[in-house]
């Protein structure tokens, strides 16, 4: 079976005459819907239902769910877009955008996920990575310093917003250990794991938020330019 190529590198179709909808429209229909059921909740015949309309009608405007999940994943990216231009202070600036790119993406728990199934291609998306490498290039980052810098920011982002909305995808959150809960881990090789069972204590109770941001922290003061 070939490779289902992404929807941002196909030709654009012109969509069928038909004035009560539009694509925006329905990807911010999907991403709502999205949001209450998570991607296996999501079918044509239920976002037709919320739009109003008969299912056959999406289809001239999204060809399958797969490049509508691209164009939800997209839209979720635009909302992390900053209208203003950076300050010029590279570590608060790129505080800034992974905040808003973190906390968009824990709004939507399911989005992150599906980052990892396909990279990010959409207009937003673009826009969103073009930022982060001109606030690294305006602050004196080139070659292959910029590519590790841009590589261990971009992933620690995505990768907490992954790892982080794992939990709220079932309803839980690391804040729900018990003490009783952490004393059941055991190590593979035997070693005794009190130190983990400690550390994840404390762990567990800061929230998701406070949990990126010291992350984050940790990750900027750790970059170093040539």
Not at 105 to 125: E, K, T, Y
């Amino acid at each position: 079976m070939p490779e289902r190529n992404s929807v941002w590198l196909r030709p654009t179709k012109n969509a069928r005459s038909q004035p009560a909808l539009d694509r925006d429209q329905i990807v911010a229909a999907a991403v709502a819907l999205l949001d209450e059921e998570t991607v296996a909740g999501l079918t044509m015949r239920k976002l037709a239902a919320r739009l109003d309309a008969a299912p056959m009608t999406l289809y001239g405007y999204v060809a399958t769910k797969d490049d509508l999940l691209e164009f939800a994943v997209d839209a979720v990216f635009a909302e992390a877009l900053e209208d203003a231009e950076p300050s010029g202070e590279w570590v608060a600036d790129l505080t800034a955008i992974g905040r808003r790119t973190f906390q968009a993406l824990m709004r939507h728990p399911w989005a992150a996920a599906l980052v990892g199934d396909n990279p990010p291609m959409g207009p937003a998306a673009v826009a969103h990575f073009a930022t982060i490498l001109r606030v690294l290039t305006d602050a004196g980052f080139s070659d292959d310093e910029l590519g590790a810098a841009t590589a261990g920011y971009y992933y620690y982002v995505l990768g907490a917003a992954l790892a982080e909305s794992a939990w709220a995808r079932v309803g839980e959150s690391a804040n729900s250990w018990s003490p009783e809960d952490l004393s059941q881990l055991t190590s593979a090789d035997g070693r005794d794991v009190t130190p983990t069972v400690r550390f994840l204590g404390r762990f567990a109770h800061t929230d998701s938020s406070q949990r990126f941001e010291q992350g984050l922290h940790c990750l900027l003061n750790g970059l170093h330019r040539a």
